[in-house]
C-alpha cells in the first residue's frame, strides 16, 4: 500500500537550532530538509555535518527568492555550498545527505554526478509562485531527465480547482516516483492527502519556525499526524470535510477526526478552502469526498446543488451538510439540532415558552435561530443591520424585527430573556476584531442569558461585558460540538457519543 513519507522543513538560522526542532519531532517525521537558505552566513559552512547530527534520512536544499525560499546570493555561490554539502562522501551513506533538491533551471553536471556516485538521490524541482501548472504530467516528463529523479511540481493555485485539476492528472503519475504540491491555504488538501496524489513526500513545518513557510500552507508534522490520521490514510480511506471561505477558524476537523479515531473508522475529515461553491462540489466529486460540512458563505448557494434536501433544510432555507450518494448530493441542516440541543443544555429547559428572545443578525446562522426559536415555543424579534433581512426572516416566523442600532433599545429591553447572537461581529483574532461587540448601546441588567454563536475567540468582548454584568453566558462551541455529532452520524452511520 504506497504512503507517503513526511518531510519536516528545517528553517532554522543555526544548525543547532534546527536539530533542537527535529529531536521534538522525531517522532512524527520520515526525512528533515536543511533549508541552507534560511541559515547565516556562517553556518553554512557546516552543513556537511548535519546528516550525522540529523540521524534521519536529510535533503539538502537551497531555495532561491524567485523559488519561494530565502537565497538571495548569486548562483556561483550556491553551487559552492552544495558541492560543499556533497563533498568528503562517507562510506557509511546514513552520514551524507540522502537527497539533494536542484531546480529545474540548475544544471551541474559534476554535482550531479559526485551525487549520483555517493548514492543521494536528486529532487529535480519547479516552483510556480504566481499560479498553477496546467500540464503536469508533461512537466513531470520534462524534469526526469535521467530517469534518476524524483521530480517535484509545486504550485500556487489561484482557485481550488486548480488543485482539483492536481488531483485529476495525478492519476497518471502513478508508476514512477514524484512529488506534488498545491502549495497555499487553498492547496492543504493536497498536503493532507499526499497518500491519494502518489506523491513520495509531504512537506510540513514545526510550529516554532512556522513564520518562516505558514504562506506556503505547511502544517506542523504532530497536527498532520494526530489530527489528521495522516499515516493511515490510503487510497481506500473514505473522505469527509469542511468547504467554506476564508474558513481560517474551524474546529470541525478536530471534532471528526477525533471520532473516526475512537470508532476504529477509516476516514480522514479535512478542510476545502473554496471561493466558490462550484468549485468545492467539483474538487469533491473529483477526490471522491463523501460528505461535507459547510459553512460562510456557501450555505445558501449550496442548496442548487441538492438533488435533495431534508424539510427542515427547506423551512431553514440554509444547508451545512451535504452527503453524497450514488453521484448525487443530499443536503441536510444539523446547525438547527446543534444549536437547539445547545440552549436546552445551557438554560437547562425544554422549550422556550414564555421567553422573549433576541436574535441578533439575519444572516444563515441566523436562519437556524429563528427556526429554533420558534420550534421551541418562544417568541423573537430579529434584529440586522440590513433591515430587509431581518424582515424576511420575521415574517417567515411571525416574529418582530428591529435594525441593529441604538434606536431599538427599547425593543431589546423587552426581548431580553435570551440573547442569541448570530453574526460574525467579534469573531477574529486581531484586537480590533475581537473589541467589536454588535449592541454595544445595550446596558445588560444581569438577568438576560446571552448565547454567542461564535467560538472564536472564546468569549466575545459582548459574552465579557453581559458576564461582568452578571448576565449568563456560552459561546457558539457546544452548538458546534452538537450539529457536528449529528453530522458524524449522516456521514457515517456511528453515533458519536
Ligand atoms: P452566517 O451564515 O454566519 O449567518 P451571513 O449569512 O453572511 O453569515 O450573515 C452574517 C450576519 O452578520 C448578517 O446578519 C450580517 O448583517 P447584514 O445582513 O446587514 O449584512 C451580519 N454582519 C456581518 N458584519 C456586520 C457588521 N460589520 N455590522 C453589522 N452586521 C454585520
Redesign the pocket.
Known sequence: MFKSKICLCLTGSTLSENLNILNKYRNWIDIAELRVDYLTEDERLYIRRFPEMAKVPCILTIRRKIDGGAYVDGEATRTLLFARGLAFADQDVRKNFAYVDFEEDFHVPSLQDAALAFETGIIRSVHSMDGPIKNIPQKIESLRTTGYEIPKVAFMPRTLSDVTNLFRQSKDLRDKDSILVAMGGLGLPSRILASRLHSFLTYTSPVELSDNLSHLGQIDPITLSEIYNFRSITQETSIFGITGYPLHHTQSPAIHNEGYKNYGLDSVYIPVRAENVDEAIEFADQVGIKGMSV???H??SVLSYMKEISSETGDIG?CNTIVKNGSDWYGYNTDAFGLMEALKKFLGIKNLKHMKVSI????????AAAYVVKELGGKACIF???IS??KDLAEKYNFKYAV?SAESKSLLDEYSDLFIQ????GMGSTIEEIS?D?IDFYDFKGSEAVYD?IYTPAKTALLKRAEEAGCKISNGLTMLQYQAEQQFYLFTGVKYE
Open positions: 459553512t460562510i458563505p450555505k445558501q440554509a441578533i443578525g439575519a444572516g444563515g446562522a441566523s436562519c440586522n443591520r440590513t433581512k431581518a441593529l448570530t453574526t460574525s461581529i467589536k454588535p454563536v
